[in-house]
């Protein structure tokens, strides 16, 4: 499988997409896609979306259509004889076809002719000159060709013809000396240069008629756009300018068709029925009809389908292209499976980073659509060479950023002759030169094996809930897609799969349904059914797709067509036994005002200082990166394990191969040993705990007595609510046993800080120290949603405080039916997003994309860069989360007794009290001799039913036995003192100590008869 980390996602220029949502009133990604598109103004904007059929008289000013035009004019008033030389692909056969059927429009006496891929090859030859000079031709008009056909053009002269050429490929400096040169790409004009074949034969044919009075001829003008649409696209040249307008009227005409040999094409492919054409119509059903004649037969039979005025011509000549196409399908189908079997036996994929394979057994008509298909499936360029008498005839694919014709342009001296472009090309070759061009040309891979990588670009990353109607409805607009206008993709990270299934008459297909938060959607990945064997429900997944709108059984649905998935990568703990090397670790913040790297250094040999401007958690970040440039080993310890979890996975995301431990109340003493040794070896380079268990494990202490180490003692958001000397005590404990550096992270209060360091003894600081004031508001209601939604219309920023990513999740469902005409304007941010995510939401919401932001409390307030309003939803677990959510200067507390219960409830979970840890004692038997995980299952299966206690207290009690030694004595009664003693209990209680400190200070009741207060001294009322 590719992965999503194979693609290119276009960074979003936030500026210029907020302009553009004020301006159109559309979404942020409607807007992305412009942007993309090189679209950046409004009026650029009005422009792409309206493409008036008058738009095409732009046609009539290419250079060498008037000319062209008094030439035809001529020859048809002299009654000439005029012969069309035309291209044996899609792009020349509709080209030949539209110029015919426009000449004999006007009376001409025209004939076409194309030539034989394999007697012939491409472009114009001087036996057909000759030809059509013996058989009285007087005017020779090329369409998609001609335009390095000096030799031939001039023998045109010779014999008295006059000659115009008419084409759309890259011309040399100079150009033929023809009659007439008709070559968008002689000028500049943006709007006309990336015409197709078939649209420069358009373009000749507007300017033939624009002299005249009716201008653009009805009927006869709808079918040739018909004509042009399909060569246009079938050509995959870029969507836009003059091509996006011909494509987008020429479609609309389709299921309505006056050309009978469409019409019958279109039956014999089961599209009799179709009203509304589309582009993957053409580029699946139409167009390789037509080209397959031109690759295993004669493409003239194409040609008289499409000019054909008889309805049993047309349908036998329909029925013969669709009997080729299905020739030519089991022609790539059994060059396609015999490639494979070549590469799984001869080809190392690891080393090989172009595939170049040559056979006498392959059709040259269909090895291009064959590595096209391989390109597909192995997710790098292909080259299949067929051969015959010792010259080869060579066809490549390639994809992403590597450049198949400047590869070519390298291997240049091997090949006999070669062209195309960046992703489609071919060559002729010797035969004994093979092996030096697949070398060569592999080499050359190797000097960009990057950009090789690259599948393509993605439009943006999203979520879930980002795509909905109205979204679909915006992408209708951009259509027809193509080459230079794409369908619109997008990447999802970090999605759940519910299930998995394969689908079709040979599970080819991949079928899955995915959910995030609180959305859920199908997917479906055509050709994708290998890529269920490392799928399974549960799997967290990445997916590129494209959305689009499922219809069956009268219902409408989203549903998301697959480009790629791949297992996300998650970031987790590490385990010791997986611990890697360190990165190099980069600067998450810009500090502007302080040379970090210049105090780091000072920190060295037992250097001691205060960092107090700590309003900005993201800030204790940005000092880890300079303390392992200075070589020095870190301990992080935080007053409470919870924090330390939150900033252990905060690391994980912006260094995910750091070696790190955290250390808690649940971990063996068996892992903290080794811990320790690793750490005094040089293996480990971080540690993150609490005080208390640092305190409490003087091994660790030990283990770092021989390195350059660094302390760095985080208490930060204190706040107002200071929790008494006892935990100061704590603080200047691990001080006065720590003779190394230590870097003291203070709380951001004035009062505080200037107590802690007089107190600690810290005289060197950095930053100034800073205070913030708050504006605290007691609202209640009895319809908490109503009273939620109020206070988010007031202002443009809201942040929204819940505990849970469960919690984040519900709130952000139930605020967003306020929002149901813009459901993007409500998010909800948790801890198990990936780190993509997590930027993503924070830029949406500091520049004003989204104007509510429901944040758990993994949330990093530091990153909002604007003034919100804060909203407290759920009463906080600890002083902490409360405090460094204090960035508004707007807080409404408006959580009520339930959510006090409920908060308290889950923190009381976390600690087991002394009845518990009793009747876990008295109730599960248990001798010693077993692991801790097994007396870990035991215990769980002895508590079913019986009592209601969390997985995580039930492993502390059971950590508490083992650090107590209660565990090898048999259970029964125990002595509830000998439990107190065990540090892990004093961890566990700390949790639910700082909860009840928060209380005295958040008391629900203290806080509604304060709103009370409020109401009444304002003099309103209920």
Known sequence: MGGTEYWTVKKRNWETVSSLVKSLDISPLAAQLLVNRGIETPEAAATFFDTPLESL?????????????????????????????GDYDADGVTATALMVKGLRAEGARVDYYVPDRFSEGYDLNEDFVRWASDKGYRLLITVDCGIKAFDCVNLAKETGMKIVVSDHHEPFDTVPKANAVINPKLNDDFFVKDLAGVGVALALICTLWSGEETGFRGGIFQELLELAAIGTVADSVPLVGCNRTIVRHGLKGLGETANIGLAALFEVEGLKNKKDFDVADISFKIAPCINAVGRIGDAGDAVELLISDSLQQAWEMAKKLHRENAVRQNLDGAVFLEVLEIIEKEIDLEREKV??????????????????????????????????????????????????????????????????????????????????FRKMINDYALTCSENRLCLGEVDSEVFLEDIDFRLIEEMDAFKPFGPGNPVPLFVCRNVHIENARLVGKKNEHLKITVSAGESEVECIGFKMGEKASFLKKGDYVDIVFSPQMNTWNGTTKLQYLLSDITLCRRVSAKRIEKITNICNAAMLLKEEELDLQKHVKGLKNGGRMGYLNIDADGKVLTVLPYLREAGMAVIFLFPLQSMAADFE????????????????CITSNEIIERAAGLFANGSLDLLVTSLGTWLKNKNLVTAF????????????????????????????????????????????????????????????????????????????????????????????????????????VAVSREIRKIYNDRPYVVRSYYGDMVSSQKDLLVEDFNYGFAGVLVASRSFEPYRIKHTCSLVVNSFPFNIFDFNRFLIAPWVYLIYNNADLGKSSAYVRSLCPDEDLIQYVANNVKCSGNVSANELFKRLSRGLQGNRSVSRRALAIILSIFFDTSLVNSGWGDI????????????????????????????????????????????????
């Open 705 to 808: 007595e021989g390195r350059n180490a660094c302390m760095c003692i985080n208490i930060g958001h204190w706040g107002k609510m200071y929790p008494g000397e006892n935990y100061i005590y704590e603080v200047a404990l691990v001080l006065s046993q720590w003779e190394k550096s230590v870097l003291f992270l203070g709380s951001g209060e004035h009062f505080l800080d200037e107590k802690l360091c007089s107190k600690l003894g810290i005289k060197e600081v950095l930053g100034e120290i800073r205070k913030s004031d708050n504006q605290l508001f007691f609202p209640t209601s009895n319809d908490k949603l109503a009273l939620l939604g109020d206070i988010c219309s007031r202002f443009e920023k809201n942040l929204v405080f819940v505990n849970t990513g469960r919690e984040a």
């Open 355 to 436: 595939i170049v394979l040559a056979s006498d057994n392959w059709h040259p008509g269909v090895i291009g659509i064959t590595a096209a298909r391989l390109v597909q499936r192995l997710n790098m360029p292909v080259i299949l060479i067929s051969l015959e008498n010792g010259i080869g005839k060579g066809s490549g694919r390639s994809l992403g950023s590597f450049n198949l014709n400047e590869a070519f342009e390298f291997c240049s001296e091997f090949l006999i002759k070669y062209g195309g472009h960046r992703l489609a090309g071919g060559f002729l070759i010797g035969a004994e030169d093979i092996p030096t």
């Open 57 to 85: 008289i732009s046609l009539v000013s290419i250079p060498g259509c008037q000319e062209a035009a008094s030439l035809i004019r001529e020859s048809i008033a002299r009654e000439e004889k005029i012969v069309i030389f």
């Open 975 to 1022: 002595e509830i003192e000998t439990v107190k003693s065990s540090w892990r209990y004093t961890e566990a209680l700390k949790e639910v100590e700082f909860f009840e400190l928060l209380i005295e200070n958040l008391d629900v009741g203290l806080l509604e008869a304060a709103a009370e207060l409020e109401n009444v001294d304002s003099g309103e009322t209920d």
């Open 649 to 664: 996975r905060s690391v994980l995301e912006v260094y995910p191969h750091l070696r790190l431990l955290r250390i808690d």
